[in-house]
């Protein structure tokens, strides 16, 4: 099992930044996927960016040119810098964990609110 604890959350003013934390701990594998989803009011959980244990990154378009993925192996954290918020932003921030191997799971951390004020 894996458990995976956010931080970071909170109100900021739109064009301000945040930056949220996520740790892993547990049977964490070497190989795996963390990334951040979120899920505002009244829509679908959507993927704001993930990064794997080399490093590679994907974001999504809305995200691209002002948050930042990044993350510590040593630690099992995955950090998301979040730059330029607009009130567009605001949602539940869900940390994620993929072990993208025969058998591997997924694991949800219960999440983060960010609240971007006008």
């Known amino acids: 099992q894996v458990q995976l604890v956010e931080s970071g959350g909170g109100l900021v003013q739109a064009g301000g930044s945040l930056r949220l934390s996520c740790a892993a701990s547990?049977?964490?594998?070497?190989?795996?996927?963390m990334g951040w989803y979120r899920q505002a009011p009244g829509k679908q959980r959507e993927l704001v960016a993930t990064i794997t244990n080399t490093r590679f990154t994907n974001y999504a378009n809305s995200v691209k040119g002002r948050f930042t993925i990044s993350r510590d192996n040593a630690k099992n954290t995955v950090y998301l810098q979040m730059n330029s918020l607009k009130p567009e932003d605001t949602a539940v921030y869900y940390c994620?964990?993929?072990?993208?191997?025969?058998?591997?799971?997924?694991?949800w951390g219960e999440g983060t609110l960010v609240t971007v004020s006008t």
């Open positions: 994620h964990l993929d072990h993208p191997t025969p058998g591997g799971m997924s694991y």
């Open positions: 547990g049977r964490v594998f070497a190989i795996n996927v």
